[in-house]
């Protein structure tokens, strides 16, 4: 199993990037996949999950309307389109694998980093003027 995260790197303020997740050894039929970030001495938070199987897709407030999860199950790839970023968005991006695919119970009233089965090694996103 393996996912691998790319498409991070610097932008200015205002500016746009999309981030992939291909995955390999399980389908995207199978798990949820969950884009999180963290910054230097904070925890994981959640950013986004989609499950087509389950028919959702979830976002933290501080991202909705500006961020919009996909996925190519071709491709076996998960993608975040990420625009009018600011600053605090600067975070490495993991994408993860969930097995309760999105469920709110995990993403709404518990801590989503905690429940997920596998996770890429991340890309640095830094927005910056």
């Known amino acids: 199993v393996q996912l691998v995260e790319s498409g991070g790197g610097s932008v200015q303020p205002g500016g746009s990037l999309r981030l992939s997740c291909e995955v390999s050894?399980?389908?995207?039929?199978?798990?949820?996949i969950a884009w999180f970030r963290q910054v230097p001495g904070k925890e994981r938070e959640g950013v986004s999950c989609i499950s087509t199987t389950a028919g959702r897709s979830r976002y933290v407030d501080s991202v909705k309307g500006r961020f919009t999860i996909s996925n190519d199950a071709a491709k076996n790839t998960v993608y975040l389109q990420m625009n009018s970023l600011r600053p605090d968005d600067t975070a490495v991006y993991y994408c993860?694998?969930?097995?309760?695919?999105?469920?709110?119970?995990?993403?709404?009233?518990?801590?989503?980093?905690?429940?997920?089965?596998?996770w890429g090694k991340g890309t640095q996103v830094t927005v910056s003027s």
């Open positions: 993860a694998a969930d097995p309760l695919r999105c469920h709110e119970g995990l993403w709404v009233y518990s801590q989503p980093q905690h429940g997920m089965d596998y």
């Open positions: 050894g399980f389908t995207l039929a199978d798990y949820g």
